[in-house]
């Protein structure tokens, strides 16, 4: 799939790329959208959950792209670890965060498997509202 | 495999346990450790890492557990979850956080994949010290 | 490892890669089985299954191939991104299509994530031959 | 996190629930969106999106669903595993057509790791708009 | 999806079935394969390929039992790690392999990452055979 | 990110390297060791634990570096399945082995997705220790 040609693209993709431009206050947006607007719904889907997710809110912005960068190493996603890793940085990001972010990224994969391969049964205190945990019994 | 009976077990474990307890304090360490232990030198190397990592730092505490939150959830692990929220809302994590947490996480693991489908080259300002982007080419 | 040379390939590798092209109709068979040739019985195995499974049957051919694109984009496979897009294509397979599923999967791979983080309860109508439903219990 | 109690919900949240009801020509809505409910703009986010893209386009319904229960198993996602299979039961898929769905998404797994495993070069009739291939070079 | 009831089973099914008892000596076989028996092109196609692959070979069968645990760790699979620990250690494994297995399972998982993080370019003595060595140029 | 430059490092940062160099008997480190020199604690971490679980112990050293290969293969780490191939063969692992080795791997990532899909109970014997199997109930 090739990008989409935005001196020529529809009304509907316009407004979107138009808005981004706004909101981030820059003159071009990156590949992801030019690529996204070859399905327009997905395109103004995605820029809308971003837009009221990412900007300020319980969480504050650059938090919210460390997470965003955690994600994206755990799975393995070139562009996502790129793309984001600069917005981390243009919104503060100092390398030893960035250096200590990877080391829990490390970390948490390495523990989610420890966790795994024992089974380990989930402490009543961390699930107050749950009924009696039971060993086994699972049928998975 | 079962978790290790802590009453009884080798003075290399009693002593990362002490420490467990004494940098916590707490009176019993979670279900995590006590399976851990089947394998000391594990048991070791992941209480002094996690010790080192998650503690003040470049990041503070609570941003890191969210971030161990994020991960255990793209990669499903009940368990770490469980503990990683409840560690998250013991350091102060409210439920708007949480639930925020849980939208960025629900979006990354979307455009991220939402990005390798489209096979999005990574803009050169996103990674302004590499070599001319070429598409194409890669032979994976 | 290396693609094993056809042309002096052994006769049970021969008879295989013979079957492919007997079976596409073509003259020469892409990489991957080049390189799968390599182990013998694997290549043996992966054709004779993908033979049976992926031609008419319960679903139609480009239904599955859709279905394999999408869980390799999930598994972030490039090399079976390319070739299976392209078998899409081969098969009727639309930009629009094409599009459409890309937004399939990234929703799909946002919603795993929000099931998983909210530890949503199985609804009884999903499962009617299930016992009643219990939350939490679960040792993992 | 609770799911939110819909008698009491706010008008945004309502709002949402009633456009699921209408739609899908229910009484109650399944758990997932009582959870998401916790993080009113992901429901309407969430919500938005699946109507737009889950319902008759490019791809017909059924084949969607199949889609998402390939992508759910896939990701280990119990709950999307057990609503995708029962709304693709519902847009009329038979038992035969969900075992083969199952095989197809095993022997995706399968070869998206050989693939992986081999380095296969992706073959150039897979990309025709491509630079020529180069093996190795990659950093990654 | 239930179990498939062997008494009243095919003679395609019965078939497997039998030569699978016979192979492991046993006089039923494990719930993997009565489900699995629903669809009967997968049941031949997957106990045909594990009777050549992990029996006897290149590798001893308690090596290949013990990379089958790890991958089912990795993928967080419940029932695959029950099953092929179980086989593990009926071909000999001890506590202390199946614990130090677990040990090597976590630090590939965090090193995994951390190599995706840092972006890593591959050494070239790693792979001698490849074209020099480029970092950046990737497009994804 | 970029490597550190060893010639100039911290005492910390060349202690571990120094061990590393003295431990393999290599008068240069690969790649990863000097990218992640980025985050010295992780350094030391990462290698103490690779020395004390990566050397003979209850598993023989190329079984490990087998499984470690796998869990790349599995993950799609490029760098990881490139060192750990090598190291695997440098301490004799012949191609049989590792195209015995990536059919294993082949055949478990499809295993694990067809145990998912068809929501096997895990059978009594399979855990002796546990509580009576109950199928269903599953909250997840």
Known sequence: MKPVDLATASP?????IDDIKASRNVD?????????????????????SLKA?????ALDPLTKELIYVAISITN???YCMASHTAAA?????TDAQINELFAVVGLANMTNRLANAYRVPVD?????????????GSDR
């Open 124 to 136: 009543p205190q961390f699930r107050p509202n749950d009924e009696p945990v039971q060993r086994s």
């Open 28 to 48: 071009d947006v990156n590949n992801f959208w030019k690529y996204l607007a070859n399905e327009p719904r997905m395109l103004a889907h995605t820029w809308n």
């Open 89 to 93: 940085r243009a919104k503060g990001a």
């Open 76 to 78: 393995n996603c070139d």
């Open 53 to 57: 997710i990412m900007g300020p809110g």
């Open 12 to 16: 509907e993709i316009t407004a979107v």
